[in-house]
């Protein structure tokens, strides 16, 4: 029978085991016993608030935290993220009986609400998560915060709400807590430090994209300003600044006692620039996920940017992805049992990510590049076969069961059927390129066809031919705008070519350079064309106007149609403009305001603006409208 512990080394034993409950013990034993009970009861009530909001929302709830007593303004914060309508209340001293308040944070994970919208969502859980707390105690105060909204916050550069988290006691955490706090604490050792050259510190990973776990790591992101640098070189500057923060990261871990990684990545500014330039798929998930917890005008205005796809990568970046597969494969097979594992993961990966890119789709996460490429090339394009994308998830999970320690090592015969695989699906890769690209120069051969076939139709509806078949344009371009000098014959030839791109294309032998000389030359042809017919337009709107001139202003009245608009001062920068119905007799009826929008749709009807007439009756509106001193101008 095994020998008991002794009472003391018991209580040693569990010591060690958990240090840090064991220190909490130890201080709470040191307080006065009246303060002792009232914690014991505060916890009670903790404990079944909080199994009382996990029995009803479950899953959703990322943390619930004992806050500090707050301050009046941040007392008056948090009433207004409670009801962001309400009016802002006055500041005030706390009461006698506010003492006795137990302020609670409820932060509430909303990534997948599809049913209602934030704000809906915000009440609802408001009102369900405070009924909760008075049941239990009346002096409970929980303040519900969802995700979405924390985020926003950090997005205005308002951090607050990071701060009082990082001050809470967390009670109930799914890892967001932690890391905010761990994250929150190293931020501020960093700033004190080196707040010159901190020009951002991104929180970024799993955590914000939704997928975290209780044990995964925490990534954060900081960028050095190096554009300053004269003591010396930016190498030496990074790895000075890298060290130093690096550190920070670990004395920030022992504070808090967190134990999650806080996995820090350290960027100098002009290498984030070449980064992003280049495309690097790393860079485009850290701009779109990334949450920023400091920040001084650059990262959100990237964010914004890559937001509204103003951040493309660029030829020569599709071109450095493309190549680089098959090089890493070949060193992959003189350092199998070093390397093997990282360098074919990325072998895959990076072909795989130069592939939607070249499709038009911007570098997903490595998590997402095998959904999104079956969705696109596999179920849409019918590209790929599923086989392929297989080969990719199975290297993407290998990978990451070694990275989190599932998986210990690789058997040589894994190796080679890692090695095998890739090597199938690289080539197969190559010849997806070709497809992409071939479906990309139809697309865009069809594009430029359908927009200049167009454009030619309006400019010879503008010469009086209402109607052309794309097997007469040829004829009738040539008659009605070459050889009446309306038209260079450098133009004819690009229409030319562009009908046998046509003919190519439907026989199925469009070349690619057929496609790169039309592309070249497609866009001086339409530019020539829509000015041909915006200066044939002109001349003929122009015939429309009856040009006045009434004391010492000029004004002008567009007839078109049924509609006529006025001019009053047309020299004056903030033209007003009138309509007024064109009458059966020729007279004009009662006048209202009128926008340009308005008098450009009228425009669009007049299908032919080069007969117009003017009865007499108009004469004595021009007199009502202008004064009677108003003359009429001819050929001003």
């Not at 990076?350 to 490595?366: I, K």
């Not at 047309?570 to 033209?575: G, H, T």
Request: charged content about 35%.
């Amino acid at each position: 029978m095994a020998k008991k512990d002794k009472p003391q080394y018991k209580q040693a034993k569990e010591a060690v085991q958990n240090p840090k409950e064991a220190q909490e013990q130890e201080a709470i034993s040191k307080l006065p016993s009246d303060v002792q009970e009232k914690l014991k009861t505060i916890k009670t009530k903790l404990e079944k608030f909080q199994k009382k909001v996990l029995e009803k929302f479950d899953k959703y709830i990322v943390g619930i935290a004992l806050m500090p007593p707050p301050k009046p303004e941040e007392l008056q914060q948090l009433q207004q993220l409670q009801s962001p309508q309400a009016q802002p209340l006055p500041q005030t001293e706390p009461k006698p009986e506010d003492k006795d308040k137990i302020h609670v944070l409820v932060l509430v994970d909303d990534s997948d609400s599809r049913t209602m919208s934030k704000l809906e969502l915000k009440d609802k859980l408001t009102a369900i998560v405070g009924s909760i707390a008075t049941e239990v105690d009346p002096n409970l105060t929980p303040q519900t915060l969802i995700l979405s909204e924390l985020w926003q916050n950090c997005f205005d550069a308002k951090y607050e709400l990071l701060q009082l988290i990082a001050l809470s006691a967390p009670i109930h955490d799914t890892g967001m807590l932690q890391a905010i706090k761990i994250a929150e604490i190293h931020k501020t050792m960093v700033l004190k430090k080196f707040e010159k050259y901190i020009v951002s510190y991104v929180l970024a990973g799993s955590l914000v994209q939704g997928k975290s776990t209780s044990t995964s790591d925490i990534d954060v992101w900081i960028v050095i300003d190096d554009t300053d640098v004269k003591k010396m070189t930016r190498v030496e500057l990074k790895d000075k600044l890298r060290a130093i923060i690096i550190g920070m990261g670990i004395e920030a871990g022992e504070l808090t006692g967190i134990k999650n990684k806080l996995n820090i990545q350290v960027y100098i500014l002009t290498d984030f620039w070449d980064s992003l330039k280049e495309a690097n798929p790393v860079i485009f998930t850290l701009l779109r996920d990334g949450v920023p917890f400091f920040d001084r005008g650059i990262f959100m205005p990237w964010k914004q940017l890559l937001k509204m796809g103003k951040i493309k990568p660029s030829a020569e970046a599709i071109d450095i992805f493309m190549g680089s597969g098959e090089q890493v494969i070949r060193r992959v097979q003189l350092k199998l049992n070093e390397i093997g594992m990282e360098d074919v993961y990325y072998a895959l990966l990076t072909p795989s990510q130069a592939a939607l890119m070249l499709y038009g789709v911007a570098p997903p996460s490595p998590k997402e590049t095998g959904a999104l490429m079956r969705d696109i090339f596999v179920n849409k394009e019918k590209l790929l076969e599923d086989k392929f994308i297989k080969i990719l998830e199975k290297v993407v999970e290998t990978r990451k069961a070694i990275e989190h320690g599932e998986k210990k090592a690789l058997s040589g015969k894994e190796i080679d059927e890692l090695m095998d695989d890739g090597d199938k699906y690289l080539k197969r890769i190559k010849r997806l390129f070709t497809q992409i690209e071939k479906i990309r120069d139809e697309r865009e051969m069809l594009n430029i066809y359908d927009t200049i076939t167009t454009v030619i139709r309006d400019v010879l509806k503008l010469e009086g031919i209402e109607k052309v078949k794309d097997n007469e344009i040829l004829e009738i371009v040539e008659d009605k705008l070459v050889s009446e000098g309306k038209m260079p014959s450098k133009f004819y030839r690009t229409i030319q070519e562009l009908m046998k791109a046509k003919k190519d294309y439907d026989d199925k032998k469009l070349s690619k350079v057929e496609t790169e000389k039309l592309h070249q030359e497609a866009g001086a042809l339409i530019k020539f064309l829509v000015e041909h017919m915006q200066r044939k337009r002109g001349r003929e709107i122009e015939r429309l106007k009856i040009k006045v001139k009434h004391g010492n202003k000029f004004g002008e009245v567009i007839l078109l149609g049924n509609e006529a608009f006025i001019i009053q001062d047309i020299d004056n920068e903030e033209k007003e403009l009138s309509k007024a119905k064109v009458n059966e007799d020729g007279s004009l009826g009662a006048l209202e305001k009128a926008s340009f929008e308005d008098m450009e749709k009228s425009l669009a009807k007049i299908e032919n603006p080069q007969r117009t007439s003017i009865k007499e009756p108009i004469f004595d509106d021009l007199k009502k409208i202008f004064g009677k001193d108003v003359e009429i101008l001819m050929n001003y």
